[in-house]
């Protein structure tokens, strides 16, 4: 036979080996009875296009009202709606490892906080980490706040004089890369003094963040297309590259006028930034705490520290203007502090936390807008396990999507999809403790997310003094726009503003 002849032969009978082995899979599969769209059984394809479009957290949520407790997503991806999937999948000490779609969020090769699948090497090295981020060290970095709330503030008196509608949106988001620079490296980055994006990162990271997102379906086109984006965007690189060239630029800067000094970081009570504890433990012991996990650490806060913390700013003045009474309530509660000489000119987090409505909105803000849009993955470990009556092999792919989690009657009532910050409120502790078992904006169990004190002290802080000084009203549609890939962003999120007339003194 000519040779020619049997490379289509060949590639005819290799196809077909490859579809008698997905049905015999699919015929024997414990799983085969999952129901979802009917495209899902047979590529990642549904998926990857699904999410694509920009809102999957909606979408999820339809399919699980259409299909029930679990939804086939992929051949081996499935979405879980069940009372006690978050304990088994995300529980601590369970075996559940980080999905392959992680891997894009780092480069090929390189593990990141976020990223990192191997659960040994992130217990690891998350306990490198874990005090420099505890609450008890992030309150130290208050005066640095307190200067970009105060610059902050500034700029919205100034728009306000201008009396032009503005993108609270994009503010939120140069106020959450500023508070990040001072807390990283001490210094502000300028978005607040510029109002736009500084040395292009909010592109280089908004471009990442939809690369990571669909590549992660298809995890092992990662490595070529890495590559290939980084060649066509010259030398500083694109996306994540982008940044951590970024990054390691203002590592020298920092290392001009070194701060750091051979001392336990965690236990200082000086107002140190993370660059300088980053510093400080690699040179008391570089073996352990290297170089990369200086860059590592600064990276990851520029990656996760403005996109989530401004999201949630965002959705809190939203749900606030959408509920009037709400906004009220709010306000009577900052004026009685203030009568009580409770709440300074310059909020502190401990006056925050003597603030119930304020706490009870900005955890029903997170409950109903939660940053991330897509289900938290992880890999069922060696044994497989039963969840919600289905056995799911070893190496399946599950997860839970946090707005599935969110607006489920069955943990937030009938009025699940309703902001109503009373609820958390609610002298019944039997409910409480049953919300907070399903509240997870941030994730659970091991792999929460290591900044979550960070964006809580931004919003805690900068909230009151923005409702106690500022008149905002909704522009434009009477519900806001949003587009969702990992994060479920706000798009043209315009609000008027006023400098708000008040008395101090009551």
């Not at 015929?27 to 999957?56: E, H, M, N, Q, T």
């Not at 060239?245 to 006028?257: L, P, Y």
């Not at 502090?337 to 909105?361: K, N, R, V």
Request: one cysteine or more.
């Amino acid at each position: 036979m000519n040779s020619l002849l049997l490379i289509p032969v060949a590639g005819t009978v290799f196809l077909a080996v490859q579809l008698f082995i997905f049905i015999v899979h699919l015929i024997r599969s414990p799983l085969k009875s999952v129901p979802g769209p009917f495209l899902a059984r047979f590529s990642d394809l549904w998926y990857f296009w699904a999410v694509r479009k920009g809102r999957f957290e909606q979408q999820n949520r339809e399919l699980h009202q259409k299909y029930g407790s679990v939804v086939r997503c992929g051949p081996n991806r499935y979405s879980i709606n069940d009372p006690d999937a978050t304990k088994i999948i995300y529980g601590l000490g369970t075996q559940f490892a980080k999905s392959s779609w992680y891997s894009t969020w780092g480069a090929p090769g390189q593990w990141t906080i976020f990223s990192d699948e191997s659960i040994k090497h992130h217990s690891q090295t998350r306990r490198l980490y874990q005090a420099i981020y505890s609450m008890t060290a992030l309150v130290n970095y208050e005066p640095y706040v307190d200067e970009c709330n105060t610059l902050f503030t500034q700029r919205l008196a100034e728009m306000a004089q201008a009396a032009v509608p503005i993108d609270m949106g994009h503010w939120f988001q140069c106020y959450a890369f500023d508070v990040i620079g001072m807390i990283t490296y001490s210094k502000r980055l300028g978005f607040l003094d510029r109002g736009d994006d500084v040395g292009g990162v909010m592109g280089a990271l908004d471009g990442h963040l939809k690369y990571a997102t669909l590549t992660g379906i298809f995890p092992s086109l990662h490595r070529p297309l890495y590559a290939i984006r980084n060649y066509l965007a010259g030398a500083k690189g694109a996306g994540r590259a982008y940044v951590l060239g970024f990054t390691k630029q203002r590592i020298r800067e920092h290392q001009t006028t070194p701060k750091a000094v051979s001392e336990t970081p965690e236990s200082s009570t000086t107002m140190l930034d993370f660059l300088s504890k980053f510093l400080a433990k690699h040179s008391d012991d570089p073996d352990t705490f290297t170089s990369y996990h200086v860059l590592a650490g600064c990276s990851a806060n520029m990656f996760a520290g403005s996109d989530t913390t401004a999201i949630s700013l965002s959705a809190v003045l939203y749900y606030l203007l959408k509920n009037p009474g709400c906004m009220q309530k709010l306000r009577d509660e900052i004026k009685s502090c203030e009568e009580q000489g409770s709440l300074s000119e310059l909020p502190t987090f401990q006056e925050s936390q003597q603030m119930p409505y304020l706490q009870a909105i900005i955890k029903e803000t997170l409950r109903m807008h939660p940053a991330t849009g897509l289900p938290l993955e992880r890999v069922v470990p060696e044994g497989g396990t039963t969840i919600a009556g289905y056995y799911f092999p070893e190496g399946t792919v599950v997860g839970i999507n946090t707005w599935v989690e969110h607006r489920d009657p069955r943990y937030f009532g009938n009025d699940a999809d309703a902001f109503r910050p009373e609820r958390w409120l609610d002298e019944d502790s039997q409910k409480i403790s049953v919300m907070n078992r399903h509240w997870m904006p941030f994730g659970l169990g091991s792999r929460s997310c290591i900044g979550r004190h960070v964006s809580m002290l931004e919003i805690s802080k900068l909230v009151p003094r923005l409702i106690r000084d500022f008149e905002f009203s909704l522009q434009g549609s009477e519900n806001w726009k949003t587009e969702g890939l990992w994060f479920v962003k706000p798009k043209g999120f315009k609000v008027r503003v006023e400098v708000r007339k008040y008395s101090r003194s009551g």
